[in-house]
């Protein structure tokens, strides 16, 4: 098991009371690396003290740490989560400027308010997008140096073929204005409009990648947490305000399914189809479309939750199935080829034909540009690495302890899913609509979501769904004993010892 904890940075004015992103961190990730680089001769293999990993992000006050080695399968490796959390904090704020430290804020606030939101501050009277398109908002410089990111942008406005642009509603109150900005390219009322991808790519989450034990084990993983994402992204929200406003959502997800969105007016539905172009239904940044089954034997039992329209690459789903891949791994796979590769580094694309048919990088280069709530990623060709299966839908939260809690809990939810073989299908098209409600304000108390009940101490899986709380589906109800009482009983099965 590991994870990715996305973090910013801020510089504190106390004499002014104010606080702002702390832009140009590039040097402190060059120097953070250094030092892990420095660190590996010592070979630890303890996931708190070996060399962490350090590496950009997106936005230019944003730094992405990991563990340096995987945490073991042992359950008092769990143990190690906050204390490894906590040492890469303590590593980045030692080599930051005096004035700024880090935080795992979801959201700042103020980006791309009026007035003073960054150190240095930029003019944004020049300000233009790296692929052409005129920008009424931010400046390049809170873009990372890094290539891969302005390229990222260029790929996503350049395929468009307009303004990315993201709107989500404003919280109101007796004051709050009907037009929110007067010299906004969008006057739409009751709305917070945001032109540039920073708004949504600047946010930082919580990644969570578990290792399986096989391929089928990977699969049945896949389709556990699928449904599971927006019941997390409820329960994790902390992205209550955008641009200067307080928004009317608590969760970032609907601002990047927007900004990322890189489909022509053709596949929106926006226009006439052309040749070589077909309907796509979800941005590239979206919730999963289909679920695996754990093997081939599964395909009818699970078709049936597989309710909304699945595009596909024609091309490379025959391949596919030529090559003996079974038909619900075929979809998944051709459905991530509709889309158009965003990046690709040009020193690599020798070396990538001089390899064809031995390196994963091309499809790696599609697979990591589709950003969905749960990914699967492939066993490396020498075998060094397995089956990984990524939940991408956690918000950061405020403290190391909270992530911490947070990734245990997926960690032992995916132990119980594989000890006692549980299943809970629930129909794809709830599993959309349940990650409309999990943005809202409040949903953690206020909305329902589709999930399957009876599943519990003599039941591995249900085949009834019901509108439930997220306090339901963990902590449980009369019907269903809910998610923690599962791992309870996992803990009790292998007699997880008293420390732990």
């Known amino acids: 098991m590991g994870e990715q904890m996305e973090t910013m940075v801020l510089k504190f ?39 962490p990993e350090f590496d950009p992000e997106y936005a230019s006050y944003m730094i992405e740490s990991s563990p340096g080695v995987p945490y073991s399968p042992d359950l008092s490796s769990l143990l190690c989560v906050e204390r490894s959390l906590a040492r890469r904090r303590e590593m980045i704020n030692s080599h930051l400027p005096e004035g700024c430290r880090l935080l795992t804020l979801s959201s700042f606030p103020r980006l791309g308010a009026g007035g003073e939101w960054s150190d240095p501050q930029f003019s944004t009277a020049s300000a233009t997008s790296k692929s052409g398109h005129e920008r009424s908002t931010l400046p390049t410089e809170v873009v990372s140096d890094h290539p891969r990111y302005s ?30 900005d007067e010299h906004s390219a969008s006057r739409e009322p009751g709305a917070i409009y945001m032109d540039a991808l920073v708004f949504g ?16 084990h990977a699969r049945q993983l896949y389709d556990a947490f699928l449904p599971l994402a927006p019941v997390m992204l409820a329960l994790s929200a902390a992205s209550p305000a955008f641009a200067g406003w307080l928004a009317d959502v608590d969760a970032r997800w609907d601002v990047l399914r927007e900004i990322v969105d890189d ?30 089954g754990s093997g ?38 051709a459905h991530l080829m509709v889309r158009d590769a965003l990046v690709l580094m040009e020193e690599r694309v020798e070396g990538l034909k001089e390899e064809e048919g031995e390196n994963l990088e091309y499809f790696e280069n599609i697979l990591s540009t589709n950003w969905q709530t749960v990914r699967l990623k492939p066993a490396s060709a020498d075998g060094s690495t397995g089956w990984r299966l990524e939940f991408r839908a956690l918000e950061a939260q405020l403290t190391d302890g909270e992530n911490a809690a947070l990734c ?8 119980a899913v594989w000890e006692f073989d549980l299943e809970w299908y629930v129909p794809v098209g709830e599993v959309d609509l349940g990650m409309g409600r999990a943005t809202k304000r409040d949903a953690l108390r206020k909305e329902r979501f589709s999930w399957c ?31 923690l009482a599962l791992v309870h009983k996992y803990l009790r099965a292998v007699s997880c010892p008293q420390r732990v």
């Open 13 to 51: 004015d106390d004499s002014r009371k104010k606080v702002v992103l702390a832009l140009g961190q590039g040097e402190t990730i060059r120097k953070l690396q250094e030092v892990a680089e420095g660190g590996e001769r010592d070979g630890s293999k303890d996931p708190v003290w070996a060399p």
């Open 151 to 180: 390229a990222v942008e260029r790929g996503i406005e350049g395929r468009k073929g307009r303004r990315i642009h993201a709107s989500i509603p404003v919280y109101k109150d007796e004051k709050t204005p009907e037009i929110l």
């Open 201 to 216: 790519a600047g946010c930082c989450c919580l990644q969570v990648t578990l290792q399986a034990p096989s391929l089928a």
């Open 263 to 292: 489909r022509t007016a053709e596949e929106e539905g926006l226009a006439p189809l052309e040749q070589g172009y077909q309907r796509l239904p979800k941005s590239r940044y979206d919730s999963a479309s289909s679920y695996l």
């Open 296 to 333: 081939p034997s599964r395909a009818s039992e699970v078709e049936k939750y597989n309710d909304v329209p699945l595009p596909l690459n024609q091309e490379a789903y025959e391949k596919l199935r030529a090559g003996g891949v079974d038909e619900l791994m075929a979809q998944h796979v």
């Open 408 to 415: 245990i809990f997926l960690v032992l939810l995916a132990r």
């Open 453 to 483: 009940t009876g599943v519990g101490e003599d039941t591995r899986k249900g085949d009834t769904c019901e509108l439930m709380t997220v306090n339901e589906i963990i902590n449980g109800k009369e019907t269903t004993p809910g998610l």
